[in-house]
C-alpha cells in the first residue's frame, strides 16, 4: 500500500487538489446564490406587496361599474356622449334644439369635457347659439354660422360632415384611470397591453364608429324632416345603432379580472 502511495503520490496529489478546489468553487457559488437570495427577498417582498395593493385596487375598481348586471361600459359614458354629439351636430347643421335639450348639452360638454378634431380648419369647440350675443366673440360665431351653412349645402347633397366629437368628464375621468393602470410599472405587461387596448378601442368607438352613427342617423334626418318637420329620433334609438357596430370591451375586462383572481389565489381553497 505504502509502495502504491509513494509511486502515485503525484497523481494523488492532483486529484486531490481538483476535488477541494472543485469543492470550494461550489461552496463559495451556493453561498452566493444564497446570500444574494436573502438581499434581495425583502425587494421582491416590498413587489409582491405593491402588485397584491395594486390588483386588489384593479378589482374593486372594475367591480364598482357592474350595476344592474352591468357593465363596464357605464365608466365611458356612452350614452351621455352619443346623444350629446347628436344634438351637437343637428345644431351644426342648423336644426334647433330645445331648451331643455340645450341645458343638457351644456351640462355634458361643460367642465372638464374635451374634444377630438378631425379637421384641423374648425373651431376647436362648438360654439352654442346662446353665445351669440357676446361681441368679443362675434367672429369665432360669425365662422361657425358659415360652417353651418357649408354643412347644410353638403348635406343636401348627401354628405354629412362631423369635425368634432365631444367627450364628456365622465369619459374623460374614467379613461384616466385605465391610462393610471395601463402606465403602473407594477403591473404585468400582459395586463398593461390589455388596458391599452382598452383605451384604444374606446378612442375608435367616438373617433370611427360613433362618427359613422351620426353620419347615418343626420343621412335618415334630414330625409324625414323634409316630409314631417316635428320628426324625432329618439336618444336610445341613436344609442342602440351606435352599440351595434363599436367595440365591445366586456372580454377585455373579464380577461382582467380573471388575471387578477388568479394572482391573488381568490377561487383556491384554503
Known amino acids: 500500500m505504502l509502495e502504491f502511495l509513494e509511486l502515485n503520490i503525484s497523481w494523488i496529489k492532483d486529484v486531490f487538489g ?13 453561498t452566493y446564490l444564497r446570500a444574494k437570495e436573502t438581499i434581495l427577498q425583502p425587494i421582491r417582498a416590498e413587489v409582491i406587496k405593491r402588485q397584491a395593493e395594486l390588483f386588489a385596487n384593479i378589482l374593486d375598481f372594475l367591480n364598482s361599474f357592474k350595476i344592474y348586471g352591468n357593465d363596464i361600459d357605464l365608466g365611458f359614458d356612452y350614452q351621455d356622449i352619443v346623444h350629446a354629439n347628436f344634438l351637437q351636430t343637428l345644431l351644426d347643421h342648423g336644426f334647433k334644439i330645445s331648451d331643455e335639450e340645450q341645458e343638457y348639452l351644456s351640462e355634458c360638454f361643460g367642465e372638464g369635457a374635451s374634444y377630438n378634431l378631425f379637421n384641423a380648419n374648425k373651431l376647436s369647440a362648438p360654439c352654442f347659439f346662446s353665445d351669440f350675443d357676446n361681441k368679443e366673440n362675434e ?3 360669425e365662422i ?3 360652417d353651418i351653412l ?3 349645402k353638403l348635406a343636401g347633397e348627401g354628405i354629412i360632415q362631423i369635425d368634432i366629437i365631444g367627450k364628456t368628464k365622465e369619459y374623460n375621468d374614467f379613461v384616466a384611470q385605465l391610462s393610471d393602470f395601463s402606465s403602473n410599472p407594477f403591473l404585468p405587461k400582459k395586463m398593461q397591453n390589455i388596458f391599452k387596448k382598452v383605451l384604444n378601442d374606446s378612442e375608435d368607438n367616438l373617433n370611427i364608429y360613433l362618427t359613422k352613427t351620426l353620419k347615418t342617423v343626420m343621412l335618415m334626418y334630414y330625409e324625414k324632416s323634409k316630409v314631417n318637420s316635428k320628426f ?4 336610445y334609438a341613436i344609442y342602440n345603432i351606435f352599440c351595434k357596430s363599436r ?4 372580454e377585455d375586462f373579464n380577461i382582467l379580472r ?3 383572481r388568479k394572482y391573488l389565489k381568490i377561487d383556491q381553497m384554503p
Not at 18 to 30: H, K, M, P, R, W
Not at 232 to 235: D, K, S, T
Open 150 to 152: 357649408n354643412k347644410e
Open 247 to 250: 367595440v365591445e370591451h366586456t
Open 258 to 260: 380573471n388575471e387578477v
Open 232 to 235: 324625432v329620433i329618439e336618444p
Open 144 to 146: 361657425q354660422k358659415q
Open 139 to 141: 367672429k369665432l360665431f
Open 18 to 30: 481538483i476535488v477541494f478546489t472543485s469543492t470550494a468553487t461550489i461552496i463559495g457559488i451556493l
